[in-house]
């Protein structure tokens, strides 16, 4: 008894051989959560899922004498590694991307230089985007950042052009052979047009949203980039990021968005919320 005491009570003594244990149990508990939220609403939820039903019954087959079933589930493990590899390799590649850019930790930014994009350019955005809108002209703009998206602006038509409402809107027009694809903005620069993204397969965005919007999403899912997708049947402006969609109310939404995700330090977006709300309690008193 005396030795279970004293094994119990050196847990807590801050030494590295007690440390380790709880260090070992927060880095898997961590890598745990990660997967869940890998796999949240995706069809790898449901592979999931059927793989704990698959070894519940092999448990089940052993302890039931079910000689015949639990023979063929026992074959089928000789080759579980080789199909879980095969199931989960749109996963498994996700959560390589995300180690390469150090994702998983939230410091991307360490590995890369983000390119600044002023306010005129800012401006320039949501003028195009506000016409579009309003035109009910669909629209597909990606905002690079730190994580170079030089993959995908390969896939269209090299522009290298300074960022400007005409261009961008001449690029969505209806007349245009680019108009299909998506602009790939980098700092005041146009890097491509009509470029070809990567179609979300998450199992959260609403059923009603349409390959634009998935593959605004989808762009957005392993990278740090923004995209902005316009609607041509609502008129509505939608931003991804992080590979969560959000429609916003008005244009100056999207300016305000911008700013505070391209430009301002935190400090000044503390700053200018306090200042709208202000603002909205002053008219909402008139």
């Known amino acids: 008894m005396e030795a279970y005491q004293r094994s119990f009570l050196n847990l807590f003594k801050p030494s590295w051989s007690s440390l380790r244990p709880w260090l070992d149990i927060a880095i898997v508990a961590f890598l745990i959560y990660r997967l869940l939220l890998l796999v949240r609403g995706t069809r790898a939820w449901q592979i999931f899922a059927g793989l704990v039903v698959f070894l519940a019954l092999l448990a089940l087959s052993s302890e039931l004498k079910l000689v015949s079933l639990n023979w063929i589930l026992e074959r089928m493990t000789l080759l579980g590694p080789v199909a879980l590899v095969?199931?989960?390799?749109?996963?498994?590649?996700?959560?390589?991307?995300?180690?390469?850019?150090?994702?998983?930790?939230?410091?991307?930014?360490?590995?890369?230089?983000?390119?600044?994009?002023?306010?005129?350019?800012?401006?320039?955005?949501?003028?195009?985007?506000?016409?579009?809108?309003?035109?009910?002209v669909g629209a597909l703009v990606v905002i690079d950042?730190?994580?170079?998206?030089?993959?995908?602006?390969?896939?269209?038509q090299h522009l290298d052009a300074k960022v400007s409402a005409p261009l961008l809107q001449s690029l969505f027009h209806d007349g245009n052979p680019l108009h299909d694809g998506a602009a790939i903005l980098r700092g005041d620069r146009?890097?491509?047009?009509?470029?070809?993204?990567?179609?979300?397969?998450?199992?959260?965005?609403?059923?009603?949203?349409?390959?634009?919007?998935?593959?605004?999403?989808?762009?957005?899912?392993?990278?740090?980039?923004?995209?902005i997708a316009v609607s041509e049947e609502r008129g509505t402006v939608s931003v991804a990021q992080n590979g969560f969609l959000k429609t916003l109310a008005a244009p100056i939404d999207l300016s305000e968005f911008l700013a505070a995700e391209l430009i301002e330090s935190p400090e000044e977006r503390q700053r200018r919320f306090l200042r709208r709300r202000t603002e909205r309690g002053e008219k909402t008193g008139a």
């Open 145 to 156: 950042r730190s994580l170079a998206l030089d993959d995908i602006a390969d896939t269209g």
């Open 190 to 227: 146009v890097l491509s047009a009509g470029c070809r993204l990567p179609l979300s397969d998450s199992r959260t965005i609403d059923r009603r949203v349409h390959m634009r919007h998935r593959a605004a999403v989808g762009v957005t899912e392993n990278s740090d980039c923004i995209a």
């Open 86 to 136: 095969i199931l989960f390799l749109p996963e498994l590649r996700h959560g390589l991307e995300g180690l390469g850019k150090f994702g998983l930790f939230g410091v991307q930014r360490i590995v890369a230089k983000e390119v600044p994009t002023y306010a005129s350019t800012i401006d320039e955005i949501v003028r195009a985007v506000s016409q579009l809108a309003r035109d009910r």
